[in-house]
């Protein structure tokens, strides 16, 4: 049964919430994807890797990470003194469950010395094994600024495929991993969609199939597509991501209008992060997320080498 709760209920555990922060001096990081309600109580709001990034930078030693489990465990690679807790430990990535070290080793020694650049979505165990990490916001740039032909790009064969279509002059090796929420969506939702709002833009995100992408009129990360919307000159727009980027738009682009264009565009694994498991994550310190030295170096390299050779751009 799907838990309603009153306006009384929720501002209570917001204040709930902000006691228990200043109690232990923590501070809450949201993703994009999180529900209006999580985002509205969040310090600070972003992008995985725009999160992981702000983590790090932050005198505090708590830090309640309202995402799933790599960016958690992103965010502790780059910060490992910090105590990075997810409020519930169940909140997976299935993208990220596509491949593990197993898989990835064995397409290595079917592509031996071919580079192998992984998308940040992905664990720390993949990101350790990979020689360099991107973004979906510069993963055409890290794949270009390789001398190889050749790349074997793990786990997302959509950003894979956006990327070849960019660089007809590589080879990329493509891992059949793929998001739910942006692959179940149907192209026919798109273009009812651009019917209904006839003077709305088509704004999508990469790891949608190519099928959702040629409608697009702007394709990029979620720190992308707010960025597109704030400075278009267009005032609506059909997002094509995870429905609750919408709360970010519209709180930080008041006067624009978004629509929404399916209802598969939600990720169940971000929406297992609520107001009360933020209550009990800050009341008893749960659930820590801490990567092994021996994997936390190798995959911290591979994202400082992404960072190294490209300019910031998100998730």
Excluded at 34 to 46: F, P, R, T
């Amino acid at each position: 049964m799907l838990d309603v709760k009153t306006t009384q209920q929720i501002e209570k555990l917001k204040d709930k919430i902000v006691s228990l922060k200043k109690q232990k001096h923590a501070v809450i990081v949201a993703h994009n994807y999180q529900s209006c309600e999580v985002q509205e109580i969040a310090d600070i709001l972003g992008d995985s890797l725009e999160l992981s990034r702000a983590v790090s930078k932050l005198d505090t030693e708590i830090v309640v990470f309202c995402g799933v489990l790599f960016m958690a465990e992103t965010a502790s690679i780059l910060s490992p003194n910090k105590k990075i807790l997810l409020p519930v430990k169940e909140a997976g990535c299935a993208l990220a469950k596509t491949i593990n070290l197993t898989d990835l080793r064995s397409l290595k020694q079917k592509f031996p010395k071919v580079p192998v650049v992984c998308y940040v979505n992905s664990s720390a165990e993949i990101k350790a094994e990979s020689d360099l990490c991107c973004t979906s916001g510069n993963a055409v740039e890290v794949v270009n600024s390789l001398p190889q032909e050749q790349i074997i790009f793990v786990p997302d064969k959509n950003l894979g495929a956006y990327v070849q279509a960019k660089l007809p002059e590589k080879k990329i090796i493509l891992w059949q991993g793929h998001c739910p929420t942006h692959t179940d969506v149907l192209e026919i939702e798109i273009t009812q969609a651009k019917n209904k709002y006839k003077r709305a833009e088509f704004i999508a995100h990469p790891e949608c199939c190519q099928k959702i992408l040629r409608h697009a009129d702007y394709v990029g990360s979620t720190s992308g597509i707010l960025h597109y919307a704030a400075h278009s000159n267009v005032l609506e727009f059909i997002v094509g991501t995870e429905q609750d980027m919408i709360c970010r738009l519209k709180k930080e682009i008041p006067l624009k209008k978004f629509y929404c264009p399916s209802k598969k565009f939600i990720c169940p694994d971000m929406k297992l992060i609520t107001l009360e498991s933020i209550v009990n994550s800050l009341e008893n310190m749960v659930f820590e997320v801490r990567v092994e030295s021996r994997i936390r170096d190798k995959a911290k390299k591979a994202l400082q080498l992404m960072t190294s050779i490209l300019p910031k751009r998100g998730v």
